[in-house]
Nanobody, 125 residues
Framework: QLVESGGGVVPPGGSVILACRGFGYTSDYDAIGWFRQAPGNRRVGVGSIFGKKNDSTFYAEPVKDRFIVSRDSTKSTVYLEMNGLKPGESGTYSC???????????????????WGQGTLVTVSS
């Protein structure tokens, strides 16, 4: 089971940290990814962390200098820190766990096996 938390309303340019608690999944799976889905849009990969590859991280190009994915294995939790948020980045953010994820395909939603329900982030003044 994956449970996200930390969503809410954030002003443009603001920051927020989302958490994904995995109850053991974060250590058992190759990768934990974060995805965003806005109403009417497809789900897109935001960033991912590979616990078995020295916590290597991968990001979508538009966010790579503003977002940080990190992992606290002691708490079975993965975080997504988002800085400099833009209105177009509003949406439901979900985390997902994948057992056989290639780093080259980290952003493909079909690579992931388990999903959380998501947490809504609204970027608005």
């Amino acid at each position: 089971q994956l449970v996200e938390s930390g969503g809410g309303v954030v002003p443009p340019g603001g920051s927020v940290i989302l958490a994904c608690r995995g109850f053991g999944y974060t250590s058992d799976y190759d990768a934990i990814g974060w995805f965003r889905q806005a109403p009417g849009n497809r789900r897109v990969g935001v960033g991912s962390i590979f616990g078995k590859k020295n916590d290597s991280t991968f990001y979508a190009e538009p966010v790579k200098d503003r977002f940080i994915v990190s992992r606290d294995s002691t708490k079975s939790t993965v975080y997504l820190e988002m800085n400099g948020l833009k209105p177009g980045e509003s949406g439901t953010y979900s985390c997902a766990a994948g057992k056989d994820v290639w780093t080259s395909s980290w952003s493909w939603k079909y690579e992931y096996d388990y999903w959380g329900q998501g947490t809504l982030v609204t970027v608005s003044s």
